[in-house]
């Protein structure tokens, strides 16, 4: 806190001026010392001030609490501290204000100025002085805002006329948060009160001392000067008290012209009576009144214009945006409340101007203001010529990348249209109702509702006397006409997929017109006549849509895929509503369903939306009882499915019986007796068609025979989709489709398709089963029976000649494997459960190349390529199909079912086809991880050393490049990205130490040195595993590096060889950590690592001999101990490797050169001498 300003006025009381006069013409420490012995003088004197404060401030919340502050102590406040004390204290204690101002308003003043200052944050001292005149120059330049850094501390000496202020402050206070910018309760609670008090002090000094023409002019002089500090605490602070100050003085400025119009209205009547009635000395007082009144509106008005110009026109564009937001919510305000004086040209400008403000917010103000301005009727006159100018702007902020300044600038464009017609034109129309497929839910509601009053809401009420037939035939003409307009809107729109959006749009605003089953139905089944046409097929089509997506959006609210901004949870209100509109719509379309359905039955399309329709029932709908109308349905339902094969018919058709199956839903056994018949009628039918086309094991039928045979499977393959169809044998069926002899005529691709797709539902429903079917170790060895023979035949079909065939194959084989799998380890081991089965080796090798040779097939991602659109959506089509073929396989992987060193080749190509694949083998590796690390380690090492593998044997066949052979580049890449993954180097400690050692072995095993080959085969593969090294602790490269000089010292090596520069530079990547360096800069450093200064002190320093004695180097392998990372006693699965606890003698190379390692146990270095 800051003190007391009231002391300094206690102390100026002494002065014929009031107030503290601060020399400029002493030298420096003499009023450094005088100032502070007038401080003290000052502290000592403003005590009495302060018990009056005290006192003051204790009345006041007496009052304000009653009785209550009777039973406690209230301690001294000021008027900062008011704020906490809740609003009727704060009028409390301002009244005592506004007393003790009249007392001694220097004093009082003083103690506002202080408050002011304290709302900013302000830990600093306030000192005053009294100012002459504001028209002297010398004064005026001294008007400084400065910091001493030597003193740390800033200043700021600005005129609040009577008074020059003097602030100091520390210097890091702009840096701090001040109470305006707090997070959480308390900064939004002080923005609330420090308003409240700023339109209380207004509103209760305003027949008082507000027209004394010395508080306005110091508090107006105050916040101006500190609005334009660069101290951004000040200027925030005092931005808003300018701006809330002049919100109360229109308060005012209000009151005072209604106190002017009543005035002038009893003048006006004084002047009408008679003359034996009339009162001259009444008038003449009437009269006086209202000259008083006009001057101080005149007075405030003229307050205002200072604010506005002092504040707000310096102030709008701060570069502080929350000041901005400030200023343009107030104009707004002014704009609307006081529109005699705001609201013109000269003051809607800075409002357009601004709604180009980057910040969101600042432009959310401005349209919020603009709102609430075209919303008054009598202001809409001044607004033609705003309206005109900045349409445009408004117009194209409906595309704000910010959704609620969207959505509230296309509410305001709704007021517009609302209330001129010619404001917009058809063109903006246009633009603007094609917002109603929208992703943004808001915005499409709200431009749905400017679609509900543009174009539907057209329709004149019926006139009253009519009776009741007639309204009821009017209704339906309005509603006719309604959806004529909403039909042609949308074929216009030619958004012929988005109806469902389009109905979501208009349900808020629109939910009457959409939600009238009855009107709809009975216009989709009228019959077009001479005198009234109807609707055309197209529009018949276009409404059937409508319908559903109305039953849809009544049943399960407005959740869509691609649309957010949908509120989630539903209230008890909404609850009811919901539940009523489902009861409406079952007991009406369960009736009339039937006869739709018959009447489109020639339409695919409009069959297949229409028999979408039951699954929205309510299952427990009195109506659901009605036998006949549910006999109805089946029957209308089983005659489309006679008719109709398409993959949309038949899959509405499965899942409307799936719904209407439910045992909680009334009437569901005849809906399952009406499904059972039907899939006997197609078992039976099937049967008797294979039995004509199968023989000796070839398929031959005639084209009709085969089509035949094709709609039934694709209709049982629908049905088996969402139904257990087990016991019609659906296996034992079809399973000969798959063993037919392709080369003696086999089954046509189409009909092996769906074979293959039935028979994976059948297999999975067979495995979802097995806690029910499975009574007997019989069946489950009859379901392991059946479980591989499906494998063999999807074997086989892998290298069929159609490629959706293969395709089905492996994902069928996968699908069936992962839920094999997934049962094998849930299954309750007290009852009888799936027997294991693992696939043939041959099996997983087919799946492996399967994988390669259509998975990562084509140009990858990187390459871009000029492509048309139609061959674009080609290219994703067929990537989709690809990322679900490598899934499916990874799948395998993840669930057990292959070994992880399976997926090596797949991890191969994380790097080529990172943008198609990366996402999928990423996700692989960390589920794999998550079983078994170090396995999954392994796999790592395994794809990396058999890519360097390849690329050797290609190298040295000199052949043509093969696709799958990568280059030594992206191998260290891979081996890069690969590395990246491991992130937490203590919890992935062995496995990175594991792939310095399997690597290490990989290079040097078995490795026999001759004049023909001085190094190994692929000792560039230590390049590649220097990319691990980064992710190896500090001891752990200290021991790595052992192992590698245990390797190493066997063979003769000269390192200043070039065959030799990746166990240089691997080695480099061991060392470097001590250096802080990488592996590049300290490989291809001029300076010897053990030749710095500060080893050869070391060197000279320390000769105490090692703790170790060197190990003979034949004899290494026989005495070697076991290495732990973590130094901790390792398990079997983590296979510790030996290595020597202390390095190799010196050796002498071919060269002659002398390689000496030299261990410093004391501080984990390790040092190399070359």
Known sequence: MIPDPAATAASSSKNSSGAVNHSEDESGNENRRRSVRRRKRTHEGSENVKRSSAKAARSSVRRAGGGHSKRRHVEAVTLFEVLTMGRSAMQAVIDDWIEAYVADRDSSLLDLISFFIQCAGCKGVVTAEMCQSKEDSEVMSKMVEELDEVAGLQYKKFLAFPWILTVTWPMDTDSMEYPLIQSGPYGRWFHSEFCDFVSVLVAQSQHSVIFDSYLMNTLISLLTELSNSYVRAFRHT????????LSSLVAVALTLSASIENSQKLFEVQKTKTMRQKSSLQLERIQKKITELQEKRTEIESMMDIIFKGVFLKRYRDVLPEIRSICMEELGLWMKLYSSSFLNDSYLKYTGWMMHDKIPDVRLKCVLGLQGLYRDPLLLPKLDLFTSRFKDRMISMTLDKDNEVAVQTMKLLVLISKTSDDALSPDDYKQLLQFVYSSQRPLAATAGELLFTRLLNTVAPASDTQDEINEEETHKQQTFSRLKALLQFYQESKLHKHVVYLVDSLWDCGGSLLKDWPTLTSVLLQEGSSQSPGLSRAEQAVLVEILVASVRQASEGPALAGRTGAKKVMNAKEKKIQIDDCTKLTDHLLVVLPKLLSKFSSSADSVASLMKIPQYFLPDCPEAENTQAVSDLMAEMGAILDHHSGPAVLEAAA????????????????????????????????????????????????????????????????????????????????????????????????????????????????????????????????????LRLFCERCHHCLSHGDHAVRQQAFLGVCDVLTAHSYQFHVWDPTSYGPLLYTPSPKLQRALLTFVCTHVFVGPDCDSQSSVSKNSEVERLEDLHKRRNLLAAYCKLVVHGVLEMSMAAEVFMYYVKYSNDFGDIIKETMCRTRQMEKMESSRTLVLCLQQLLIRLKREQDSGGRAHPGVQTFTSIKELARRFALTFGDLVKFRECVVMIHRNGIEFVFQEFSQTPETPTPAYLSYLTILSEFSSKLLKPDKKTVFSYLQKHTAEHITDLREECWKPLIYYRASLLAAAEGEDAVSYASSDRRPNRSPFSKQKLEGSRSPCPFSPADSKGGKAHRSSFSPSHQDKTPDLDPFPVPVDPPAKRLNAEGSVVSIRVETDDDTVEVEL
């Not at 005092?238 to 100050?245: E, F, G, S």
């Not at 005849?670 to 070839?698: C, P």
């Not at 139904?723 to 009909?751: K, T």
């Open 655 to 786: 899942r409307t019986y799936l719904s209407l199956c439910g045992e909680e839903t009334a009437g569901s056994s005849m809906v399952r007796a009406a499904r059972d018949a039907l899939v006997q009628q197609w078992v039976e039918r099937l049967t008797a068609l294979l039995g004509d086309a199968l023989q000796d094991d070839s398929f031959s039928a005639d084209e009709e025979k085969t089509g035949e045979i094709l709609s039934t499977l694709m209709k049982l393959r629908a049905f088996h989709n969402c139904h257990d169809l087990s016991r019609w044998s659906p296996f034992e069926l079809l399973s000969p489709l798959l063993s037919a002899d392709s080369s003696q005529g086999g089954a046509p691709p189409e009909v092996l398709l769906e074979a293959l797709q039935c028979l994976c539902y059948s297999m999975l429903w067979s495995l979802n089963m097995s806690g029910d079917s499975l009574t007997s170790r019989d069946k489950a060895v009859a379901q392991r029976l059946q």
């Open 238 to 245: 005092c931005t808003l008290a300018a701006v809330k100050l």
